[in-house]
């Protein structure tokens, strides 16, 4: 079992977009907000092993504008990096390594990604030592 999950991520993503933009709703799950509003998501997840139960991962989240104006997806986009550079000054073990930010497409509203760098830990399995034959004793 890894120690940080994309769950866990995305509630620290979803809280920091909260903090900085109260008034832009964050979109999860149900019905979409008729106004303008964020909805972020898992884009990627590559997890490089670097020993026995030690893993380097880089997730990268998209954080889409859907239904705002492009001139407040502009101007949003320093924003967010500053949103997400906050959840590092939290104390949480993870790191922005890359931000970027794209106009929309056709009816895609503006796409920031950010790449997250996170070691992970997987909980360590007790081993069960090997029994040892005394004299005398055959295996079967």
Do not use: C
């Not at 030690?54 to 990268?60: D, F, G, K, N």
């Not at 320093?78 to 056709?106: K, N, P, T, Y």
């Not at 996170?118 to 055959?138: D, F, N, S």
């Amino acid at each position: 079992m890894l120690i940080m999950s994309v769950q866990q991520l995305r509630n620290h993503i979803n809280a920091a977009l909260g903090r900085y933009f109260p008034d832009v709703p964050v979109y999860v799950s149900g019905e979409k907000p008729q106004a303008a509003y964020f909805e972020p998501g898992l884009i990627s997840a590559t997890l490089d092993r670097q020993r026995e139960g030690r893993y380097l991962a880089v997730y990268r989240f998209g954080i889409r504008y859907e239904q705002g104006s492009r001139l407040n997806a502009e101007n949003m986009a320093d924003g967010l990096s500053e949103a997400l550079a906050s959840m590092e000054r939290e104390g949480e073990a993870f790191r922005v390594i890359r931000q970027a930010w794209e106009a929309g497409a056709e009816g895609k509203g503006p796409l920031f990604t950010a790449d997250f760098m996170i070691y992970l830990q997987t909980a360590a399995v007790e081993k069960v030592p090997m029994g040892h034959m005394t004299g005398g004793e055959r295996l079967k």
